[in-house]
């Protein structure tokens, strides 16, 4: 092993394993009470293995046998390992939406690595929300911290058709309206969707934010792209056990890796791969956790310079995370974009991240295009700002009908989910496909958590006539599987008396992409008069966790992070004496 920093009374666990009085012989003989000798902890590190499993999680299904790989590397390594178990986020069952639960996440990770006699941790997480959520914690306690993604599921089969996550439940459904395909067939495609453990295989929220966590620098090289059931992902595992061991000698924190050139890298590389709109909202919160004041205007700044040219959907409508993985993986998308990279910055290998992809290629030019030839020539989003979104909000141009680029047409505009839901249904609904459809009250506070609505369903009389795309606009969020001219993350939020509160169905909505523009065609002495009538709605909470969270989380454009949560590294680690 290189480059030890620490000695094993340096360790942190040293406090709870090492010293000769009262309290030390209660850790000792309460760990030997589980069957361990001295002989396990000794001089070790104690590697903390933050497991997002659950019964009830279908995209970490596998980390209850992957985490018996993360322990045999690290006692090959010379570490003791303990698992601590943390709450899971399972994306489609956790209700009312896992966004309400990110920042939980974010507390339990920090505070079980606090409360424990821990010296570096291994991070399992991949479904949507548990990135975030635990990089955020690790980065706050800022202790050696690797994150070991939980890898893509295989592509979905129907009939030999290749099936997406999210992206062909939407397509299949609008099918299945315009009468297009019967039940049996929607059947069939629900059973064909999913077919192994592993998180969304089409880009989405969760390939999004593992592939940021490893152009972050957190990841070992090449990991994020490893599919699910694949033998590279169980070496993988070992491979992080291994690594955590070194890097707690070492003592590379967080703090070391993340710079603002490492937080312009992963935005970077979001870009070139079209990501989910969510991988906006975690990475403020990330970077404002580290100290840098990472904001929509870094996305719109970077997006205008970097192509998508990961061709996976819902770009493009082929290739998938497992065809990702056989043309190269994150480490030839990484090595295609390297000169927007800047490859000095360093990484959980404790080289850089131009080192790790020295050697990385494409081996299929289809499904991870040149630089000049993109399959969308500037990055997948932008960053709205006008009279309806003064701090800003976001639109995936790479996913959506170009029409809608610049478009002006009446808002028709619905308070509350259920009354979309029932309007879109209703076959007389006064819309036309220029028709801007507006749902409000479901941002951080509103929704509350700011739920994936954001693609509103386009009505169902205009399905039936082939319309496929309008323009939507929400404070809510979109699932990053969706796609759509939907304008998502309206800050401030419609119900906290945001803009998006003034605005009536039949007001006229100008977006302007270009420009960078979003505004309500609304003269200002009428939005005042509009201002004054409006009354705020009931809380949605008067007890519990969803209080707490009502009373704390910030607006979209700052990441949705608590307000007391974000500040840089957090207190240091040497807590009082034991
Ligand atoms: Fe877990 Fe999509 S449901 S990543
Ligand atoms: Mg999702």
């Known amino acids: 092993m290189s480059d030890h920093k620490k000695k094993p009374e340096d360790l942190r666990s040293h406090r709870w394993y090492g010293v000769q009085d009262l309290r030390a012989f209660?850790?000792?003989?309460?760990?030997?009470?589980?069957?361990?000798?001295?002989?396990?902890?000794?001089?070790?590190?104690?590697?903390?293995?933050?497991n997002t499993w659950s019964d009830i999680n279908q995209c970490h299904v596998h980390f209850k046998e992957r985490v018996a790989d993360v322990?045999?590397?690290?006692?090959?390594?010379?570490?003791?390992?303990?698992?601590?178990?943390?709450?899971?986020?399972?994306?489609?069952?956790?209700?009312?939406?896992?966004?309400?639960?990110?920042?939980?996440?974010a507390i339990e990770t920090e505070e079980l690595i606090?409360?424990?006699?821990?010296?570096?941790?291994?991070?399992?997480?991949?479904?949507?929300?548990?990135?975030p959520g635990l990089l955020m914690g690790a980065i706050s306690m800022d202790l050696p911290t690797i994150f070991f993604p939980a890898g893509p599921m295989l592509r979905g089969n129907w009939k030999g058709v290749k099936l997406g996550s999210g992206s062909d439940t939407w397509k299949y459904y609008d099918d299945l309206r315009a009468g297009k395909i019967t039940q049996q067939d929607w059947n069939e495609v629900e059973e064909g969707i999913a077919r192994s453990f592993g998180h969304c295989m089409t880009m989405g929220t969760a390939s999004t934010m593992t592939s940021i966590?490893?152009?972050?620098?957190?990841?070992?090289?090449?990991?994020?792209?490893?599919?699910?059931?694949?033998?590279?992902?169980?070496r993988l595992a070992a491979q992080c056990g291994r690594r955590i061991v070194e890097m707690a000698w070492e003592d590379l924190k967080p703090s070391d890796i993340l710079t603002r050139d490492s937080f312009e890298n992963c935005i970077a590389a979001a870009m070139a791969m079209g990501c989910s709109t969510n991988a906006i909202i975690h990475v403020v919160a990330m970077g404002r956790r580290a100290g840098f004041d990472i904001g929509l205007e870094d996305f719109d700044r970077i997006g205008r310079d970097v192509p998508v040219v990961a061709n996976i959907r819902p770009n493009g409508d082929t290739y998938l995370m497992e065809d990702f993985y056989y043309a190269g993986g994150l480490k030839a998308m990484l090595k295609t974009i390297e000169p927007h990279l800047k490859s000095d910055a360093l990484t959980v290998t404790g080289r850089s991240i131009g080192e790790n992809i020295a050697s990385a290629q494409v081996y299929d030019s289809d499904v991870i295009r040149p630089l000049d030839n993109p399959i969308y020539e500037s990055g997948a989003l932008v960053v709205l700002k006008g009279n309806l979104a003064p701090d800003g909000c976001v639109m995936k141009v790479s996913a959506m009908d170009s029409r809608f680029l610049?478009?002006?047409?009446?808002?028709?505009?619905?308070?509350?989910?259920?009354?979309?839901?029932?309007?879109?249904?209703?076959?007389?609904?006064?819309?036309?496909?220029?028709?801007?459809?507006?749902?409000?009250?479901?941002?951080?506070k509103g929704g509350p958590g700011m739920p994936e609505w954001g693609m509103l369903p386009v009505p169902t009389k205009l399905v039936k006539q082939g319309v496929r795309d309008m323009l939507r606009m929400s404070d809510a969020r979109m699932s990053g599987t969706?796609?759509?001219?939907?304008?998502?993350?309206?800050?401030?939020?419609?119900?906290?008396?945001?803009?998006?509160?003034?605005?009536?169905?039949?007001?006229?909505?100008?977006?302007d992409?270009?420009?960078?523009?979003?505004?309500?065609?609304?003269?200002?002495?009428?939005?005042?008069?509009?201002?004054?009538?409006?009354?705020?709605?009931?809380?949605?909470?008067?007890?519990?966790?969803?209080?707490?969270?009502?009373?704390?989380?910030?607006?979209?454009?700052?990441?949705?992070?608590?307000?007391?949560?974000?500040t840089d590294f957090g207190a240091p680690v040497d807590e009082p004496a034991i």
């Not at 966590?213 to 169980?234: K, Q, R, T, W």
């Not at 002006?408 to 979309?420: E, I, K, N, R």
């Not at 759509?484 to 007001?507: F, K, N």
């Not at 979209?556 to 307000?563: I, K, T």
């Open 71 to 105: 322990k045999r590397g690290v006692l090959q390594a010379g570490g003791f390992p303990i698992e601590l178990p943390a709450i899971s986020l399972s994306e489609p069952l956790v209700k009312p939406t896992t966004m309400l639960y990110r920042n939980l996440l």
């Open 482 to 511: 969706s796609y759509g001219a939907c304008i998502l993350h309206v800050a401030p939020e419609a119900y906290i008396g945001g803009p998006l509160a003034l605005v009536q169905t039949g007001d006229m909505i100008t977006v």
């Open 26 to 50: 209660g850790h000792r003989s309460r760990t030997m009470q589980m069957g361990y000798d001295a002989e396990d902890w000794t001089g070790k590190p104690v590697i903390g293995i933050i």
């Open 213 to 234: 966590a490893e152009a972050l620098g957190f990841v070992l090289p090449g990991g994020a792209s490893i599919p699910a059931p694949d033998s590279n992902h169980i």
């Open 406 to 444: 610049k478009h002006t047409g009446p808002a028709l505009v619905f308070d509350d989910y259920p009354a979309m839901k029932a309007a879109i249904a209703d076959e007389n609904l006064d819309a036309t496909e220029d028709t801007v459809l507006i749902l409000r009250n479901a941002g951080p």
């Open 114 to 131: 606090r409360s424990h006699p821990v010296d570096a941790v291994v991070l399992m997480g991949g479904c949507d929300k548990t990135t």
């Open 513 to 566: 992409v270009e420009k960078r523009l979003i505004q309500m065609e609304v003269d200002d002495a009428e939005l005042e008069r509009r201002r004054a009538a409006w009354k705020p709605l009931a809380p949605r909470y008067e007890r519990g966790y969803g209080w707490m969270f009502s009373q704390h989380i910030l607006q979209a454009d700052s990441g949705c992070d608590f307000d007391y949560l974000e």
